[in-house]
């Protein structure tokens, strides 16, 4: 399985952006993918996932603010995250779950200006 992230980039605070992540290859059987974020210095944190029946889990931290969706296909998601915040700034990693294996892809940085 790859995966390929794509649509970081630089916004104010209050603004909103979008990243999706492509998966391609073997995708056949994915349970599960989502996206984690790590800021230097501090461990890879778990951010929301959606599994193949569309079932959604969102940490703390990003309730009411995130959206995570992936097309028809299942193929890809996307991550709409609106309201940031600075602390959202961290580099954003996609992750596919398929038969108890784990796939990242690279990250996209997101950087947030206050």
């Known amino acids: 399985v790859q995966l390929q992230a794509s649509g970081g980039g630089l916004v104010q605070a209050g603004g909103s952006l979008s990243i999706s992540c492509a998966a391609s290859?073997?995708?056949?059987?994915?349970?599960?993918m989502g996206w984690y974020r790590q800021t230097p210095g501090k461990q890879r944190e778990l951010v929301a996932t959606?599994?193949?029946?569309?079932?959604?889990y969102y940490a703390d931290f990003v309730k009411g603010r995130f959206t995570i969706s992936s097309n028809n296909g299942k193929n890809t998601v996307y991550l709409q995250m609106n309201s940031l915040k600075s602390e959202d700034t961290a580099v954003y990693y996609c992750?596919?779950?398929?038969?108890?294996?784990?796939?990242w892809g690279q990250g996209t940085e997101v950087t947030v200006s206050s």
């Open positions: 992750a596919a779950r398929r038969q108890n294996m784990a796939y």
């Open positions: 290859g073997s995708i056949f059987n994915i349970n599960l």
């Open positions: 959606i599994s193949s029946g569309g079932s959604t």
